[in-house]
């Protein structure tokens, strides 16, 4: 009986362990392409979308992921032209979304990332993301 109580204690234990680190990685909710406003904004959707699926996987222990950090180079690259030829009421938003984004890549690639950027990065996407679908 002692040998068969730990048995059947430790899948529980288990099964408590991985639920807690899957609630960490839920996705963001996040709007359909369709919420987006025609124009830059619909352009623009699917790079708003993913970065706002690749924020909450920034962490805050000074490191990112070099494939996140491939992504965010793939998503300010895109985003940076976008602001380019965005109408005057959007590029502003747009623009400061892409320094937010550089900011974070700099300090990423030289390990010295912090979570303070990953919040000031997450509040210029909650901007740009209102900014675009908040005209519907």
Same mark, same amino acid.
């Given at each position: 009986m002692r040998r068969l109580v730990p048995l059947l204690v430790l899948p529980l234990l288990l099964a408590g362990c991985? &639920?807690? &680190?899957? &609630?960490? @990685? *839920? *996705?963001? *909710?996040?709007?359909?392409?369709? !919420?987006?406003? *025609?124009?830059?904004? @619909? &352009? !623009?959707a699917p790079d708003l979308l993913d970065l706002g699926r690749t924020i909450p996987r920034l962490g805050g222990d000074g490191s990112v992921d070099p494939k996140l950090q491939a992504r965010l180079q793939e998503t300010q690259e895109r985003l940076d032209f976008v602001a380019q030829t965005a109408e005057p009421e959007l590029a502003p938003v747009l623009s400061t979304l892409v320094e937010r984004i550089g900011a974070v890549r700099i300090r990423a690639v030289g390990n010295t990332y912090e979570a303070q950027l990953g919040k000031d990065l997450q509040a210029s996407f909650d901007e740009a993301l209102s900014a675009c679908t908040s005209e519907q």
């Open positions: 991985s &639920s807690s &680190s899957s &609630s960490q @990685r *839920e *996705e963001p *909710e996040l709007p359909a392409e369709s !919420a987006f406003a *025609e124009g830059t904004c @619909r &352009s !623009a």
